[in-house]
């Protein structure tokens, strides 16, 4: 569960930026204008359920909540703090994909040829790429493989290292492209 480190007030007086200890994401913004726009993600639910809340805005270490106008700060700093604290951080939302990606990943639910495939794939991953990411202290981990499809999730600091979603995945593709000419490869 995320940490506040500190609150910093905005150039916008309705808005009040919050500073956190641990990521909420890794490089994934999320931004809502409207608590409809909040189903699934249940932090924004919790802070649009406070009054006065119009805006949440939030990626990596900081949120940022914007208000009516309308609240005392001090009180409404108070109530926000609440769920940002009890927010899963990335390496927890992290983990609770793994365990759900190990599960839909079980072997014994893949076909002998997708099962083959996979360890073809995941063998070029541990030789040739999750060492680096390693070294730099990240990793990657095969989501899922559906067809011609294969979802992937970084993890630690390449979670959030704009590198990864860009030239790393290019790189990832190329490889496994190796070894199935007509693989996507896409991060999740």
């Not at 794939?121 to 202290?137: C, H, S, T």
Request: net charge negative; proline share 7%.
């Amino acid at each position: 569960m995320p940490k506040i480190a500190e609150i910093e007030p905005t150039p916008n007086p309705n808005a009040m930026k919050f500073i956190l200890r641990e990521p909420l994401t890794w490089g994934i913004t999320r931004s809502y204008d409207k608590p409809e726009q909040t189903v699934g993600d249940p932090l924004a639910m919790a802070l649009f359920d406070i009054e006065h809340v119009t805006n949440v805005f939030y990626v990596d270490h900081w949120v940022t909540v914007t208000q009516d106008g309308g609240a005392d700060w001090e009180q409404l700093m108070r109530d926000l703090a609440v769920p940002i604290r009890e927010a899963p951080s990335a390496d927890a939302q992290s983990a609770q994909l793994a365990e759900q990606s190990s599960e839909a990943m079980d072997p014994a639910k893949l076909s002998p040829e997708d099962r083959e495939r996979l360890d073809k794939i995941n063998a070029a991953l541990d030789e040739q790429v999750r060492p680096y990411l390693q070294n730099d202290g990240g990793d990657l981990y095969v989501v899922g493989l559906e067809g011609n499809k294969l979802s992937v999730h970084y993890q630690g600091a390449c979670g959030s290292c704009p590198s990864s979603l860009s030239g790393t995945l290019a790189g990832i593709e190329n490889l496994v492209r190796q070894i199935e000419p007509d693989m996507e490869v896409v991060a999740v």
